[in-house]
């Protein structure tokens, strides 16, 4: 059997798991309630899809409380609408912790004991199935807030009836006590975060202060809770050798990671290269950081072409269904073929919640010589366009921006945060107004 620790996030695939599934939860305190929740990115915008005692299926059947603590989950026949069902335990007076066992067990072969995680929260998030690049997924979670029941379903934006009787209060003999005021709301996408920051604590304390930093960019903009798909696009031409030979394009990467450590559910980053060819590279996450460039052998080629790359990541966030917003980070050191196709791309891709960051690295500043001369009027070429890009005509919404930075990105990290995430809460406020994000 398949042991899980907390905060893995792993395809069904990889588990030897299909998408129907028996789910089943062993807690032994009494008066612990099971539940399932089917969300539409975080909400419970339809209480039907929230599966217990009381309501044992939804409405199709494909979320079903098979037997106490069982439940059958068919992932396939679920709407679109539900991006991602979660288990979780809740207890109205006690910690869950109290439990002698809190165990998920899938498929008799998939095992994770959220017990040894918790502290003393009454109400847990215990596991998580959601869609991921057209895939399902599984993702250990084991963290939770205080409160019961009630105060998870108003956690996931539902509502709870309120008791239709409630015995008089007696007169009051003194004056009345104040009414406290109401428990701040918690935060699912505050508690995601949470569990991301935990495992990188554990696993590369070296991107702690990135995330942080991160964050406080964020912040900064009005995007503490917003949540994005990140992609990183390389450029891997011949002039860009010596950013990947000196590390630069790896510590770009632990970089970016930090950023989708913030922003991504998953806390991870779609990979792809681009120089005459495009190329799909996996997945860059907390558990394969370390390395990652290196390990990935880049071949560099000659000339750039940005449009077979643009259209592997609109593919790509298309088949994800759009579930949640891509921010695309797009680096690059010079210009592009195919011009006419890239702006067709990018005025196509301002119908679609994808917003575009363009990074230039400026490899001339210590360039001498006719060829230094050369490289100068390649890469103004180059950047001019980037910057035509970020003044495009014929949009929907602005959805691109451009900035340049000197050779091996030696920008303090406060700056290159501020600058990667610089627009991008205009952007969502814009493409929310013309229906672009919702």
């Not at 070296?206 to 930093?213: D, F, P, W």
């Not at 995007?223 to 798909?229: D, F, I, K, P, T």
């Not at 031409?237 to 630069?248: C, H």
């Not at 363009?358 to 360039?367: H, K, L, R, V």
Request: glycine share 10%.
């Amino acid at each position: 059997m398949t042991q899980l620790q907390a905060g893995q996030r792993l395809p069904l695939s990889d588990l030897g798991l299909g998408h129907s599934l028996t789910v089943t939860v062993e807690c032994d305190l009494s008066g612990t309630d099971i539940t399932a929740f089917g969300l539409n990115d975080g909400q419970l915008s339809d209480d039907r899809y929230m599966v217990f005692y009381n309501q044992p299926q939804s409405p199709e059947g494909a979320l079903r409380l098979a037997a106490p603590g069982t439940f059958s989950l068919n992932l396939d026949d679920l709407p679109a609408s539900v991006t991602e069902v979660y288990l979780t335990a809740t207890h109205d007076s006690q910690p869950v912790s109290r439990a002698g066992t809190l165990r998920v067990t899938v498929d008799g072969q998939v095992n994770f004991d959220a017990k040894p995680h918790l502290k003393d929260e009454k109400a847990v998030m215990l596991v998580r199935f959601y869609r991921h690049g057209g895939a399902w997924r599984l993702a250990t979670v084991a963290q939770g807030f205080n409160g019961g029941l009630a105060a998870l379903v108003q956690h996931f934006g539902g509502e709870v009836a309120e008791e239709d009787s409630a015995p008089a209060a007696p007169a009051p003999t003194s004056a009345p006590m104040p009414t406290p005021a109401p428990a701040p709301a918690v935060s699912l996408v505050k508690e995601r975060q949470k569990v991301l920051l935990d495992k990188a604590e554990r696993q590369q304390p070296g991107l702690v202060s990135l995330i942080k930093q991160a964050s406080v960019s964020l912040e900064k903009r009005g995007l503490g809770e917003a949540r994005y798909r990140v992609n990183l696009v390389l450029d891997i031409s011949g002039s860009m050798s010596g950013e990947y030979r000196s590390g630069a394009v790896q510590r770009l990467a632990e970089r970016a990671l930090a950023l989708a450590t913030r922003l991504d559910d998953d806390g991870e980053v779609e990979m792809y290269l681009f120089g005459q060819q495009a190329h799909r590279r996996g997945t860059l996450s907390l558990d394969n950081v370390s390395g990652f460039v290196d390990r990935l052998s880049v071949q560099l080629e000659g000339g750039t072409d940005y449009g077979g790359v643009m259209e592997y990541v609109l593919t790509d966030a298309r088949a994800a269904g759009h579930a949640l917003p891509t921010l695309v980070l797009f680096i690059t050191d010079g210009g592009t073929s195919g011009r006419e196709r890239v702006v067709n791309l990018i005025q196509q891709a301002s119908r679609e919640p994808i917003f575009w960051k363009f990074m230039g690295i400026d490899q001339t500043a210590s360039a001498g010589g006719m060829f230094g001369g050369m490289m100068r009027r390649m890469a103004e070429e180059g950047f001019g366009f980037l910057e035509q890009l970020d003044d495009l005509q014929g949009r929907t919404v602005d959805n691109a921006d451009f900035f340049k930075v000197g050779a091996q990105i030696n920008l303090p990290d406060d700056q290159l945060f501020d600058l990667l995430v610089n627009e991008l809460d205009a952007w969502q406020r814009d493409a929310r107004s013309v229906g672009v994000l919702r």
